[in-house]
């Protein structure tokens, strides 16, 4: 299967902000829309964003999403501690007929 | 409000078939689409395909094609997902999960996950 690229942590402060970044191909983040979840721990992912920048009713819009070309980027602002978990981005794959995800970025507010 | 809710842990031999279900309720079955995640012990999410629960309609990531079939019964509101020939890379957690309203192979809501464990 296609792989989405993601960086495998990242890590920010109470209250600051930070980026994870998602890359991908023509063949999926660049002709479909990309979706991000978390995910703590022994539970199952959690839906944050999808069609590149929309947010399910109850989530904050500390979370942000944005794509460009066959890369697309999580924003979350105002971390907090309840923020850590493991992140991932998922989409469409077009060649291969899969949905393809990355493999999860681990945030740490530290 | 929507519940998706799956069946227990299972432990199984190399070589034999588990079954999966997932049960729903909360809204209207039959209007989405049912989708099967797995993910390995610190592995990422890997798709396994999914069903129009609708008209039964189904489709598989080759990579299990001929190994998983996915059936639903409307008149339960619940998706079945059954892998066969198992071996121990099968270990993993399985996730049944909805497809968002809007399309888009995204997924709003998720089952708690079932345990599969392929030991010998």
């Known amino acids: 299967q296609s792989v989405l690229t993601q960086p495998p942590s990242v890590s920010a402060a109470p209250g600051q902000k930070v980026t994870i970044s998602c890359s991908g191909t023509s063949s999926n983040i660049g002709n479909n829309y990309v979706s991000w979840y978390h995910q703590l721990p022994g539970t199952a992912p959690k839906l944050l964003i999808y069609d590149n920048n929309k947010r399910p009713s109850g989530i904050p819009d500390r979370f942000s999403g944005s794509k460009s070309g066959t890369s697309a980027t999580l924003g979350i602002t105002g971390l907090q501690t309840g923020d850590e978990a493991d992140y991932y981005c998922?989409?469409?794959?077009?060649?291969?007929?899969?949905?393809?995800f990355g493999g999860g970025t681990k945030l740490t507010v530290l | 409000q929507v519940q998706v809710v799956q069946s227990g842990a299972e432990v199984k031999k190399p070589g034999a078939s588990v079954k999966v279900s997932c049960k729903a309720s909360?809204?209207?079955?039959?209007?989405?689409?049912m989708h099967w995640v797995r993910q390995a012990p610190g592995q990422r999410l890997e798709w396994m395909g999914w069903i129009n629960a609708g008209n039964g309609d189904t489709m598989y990531s080759q990579k299990f094609q001929g190994r998983v079939t996915v059936i639903r019964d409307t008149s339960a509101s619940a998706a079945y997902m059954e892998l066969s020939s198992l071996r121990s890379e099968d270990t993993a957690v399985y996730y049944c999960?909805?497809?968002?309203?809007?399309?888009?192979?995204?997924?709003?809501?998720w089952g708690q996950g079932t345990l599969v464990t392929v030991s010998s």
């Open positions: 998922g989409t469409w794959d077009s060649s291969l007929s899969v949905v393809v």
């Open positions: 999960a909805r497809e968002g309203p809007a399309g888009g192979y995204y997924f709003d809501y």
């Open positions: 909360g809204y209207t079955f039959t209007g989405y689409a």
